[in-house]
């Protein structure tokens, strides 16, 4: 009985498919991406641990600074003491997800600005965003590598096509 060369092509992809899916539903898929180093672990927590402390220590410094009171907000006796933490990493499950697509483009113009560029340094630490209750406004903060801290005041504007435009309001502050 002659198999022909085309019967042949399908058997052995079939087969190679077969194979490659088996690979993934047992456990060898386990052996191949074995568990993550307990020690990197370790790093990763203390990496946590070390941005979280920063950003309590720049939102308490931002809170008492009076250089600041104009960047900590434009309204009279306004603070930031009401307003949540989002972490940069995962901003777009925890705040862009909540913004039509031109407001999600505006904020990240504003986001990574020249202000911002102009403001970064090697050896800062990853940046935060403190936003208000309502989601129109933002304070970008982040430690620098002297112990200093920047603060950028991110605000919104209503657009004449019915969704707040983000834009960055004023030039970076320093806070010592």
């Known amino acids: 009985m002659r198999i022909k060369r085309k019967t042949i092509i399908i058997m052995t992809t079939f087969a190679l498919a077969l194979t490659g899916t088996s690979v993934y539903a047992g456990s060898t ?13 370790k790093e990763v927590g203390a990496v946590q641990n ?20 104009s960047i900590a907000s ?3 006796n306004q603070s930031v003491e009401n307003w949540r933490f989002v ?3 995962n901003l777009k499950e925890t705040l862009l997800s909540n913004f ?20 970064l340094e090697v050896g800062d630490l990853m940046s935060v965003l403190l936003i208000n209750p309502e989601n129109t406004e933002a304070k970008q903060l982040w430690e620098k590598k002297d112990g ?14 019915g969704y707040n ?12």
Request: no cysteine; hydrophobic share 30%.
């Open 148 to 161: 200093s801290y920047i603060v950028i005041n991110l605000k919104t504007r209503h657009h004449e096509n």
């Open 74 to 76: 434009r309204e009279v």
């Open 87 to 89: 972490d940069t990493e």
């Open 29 to 41: 898929f386990g052996n191949l991406f074995p568990d993550v180093d307990p020690q990197y672990q």
């Open 100 to 119: 039509v697509e031109e407001e999600k483009s505006s904020f990240m113009d504003a986001f990574y600005s020249d202000e911002r560029k102009k403001n």
């Open 50 to 69: 070390k941005l979280e402390k920063s950003w309590l220590a720049g939102k308490e410094k931002l809170t008492k600074s009076v250089s600041t009171q």
């Open 165 to 176: 435009e983000w834009y960055v309001d004023g030039k970076a502050v320093k806070i010592h």
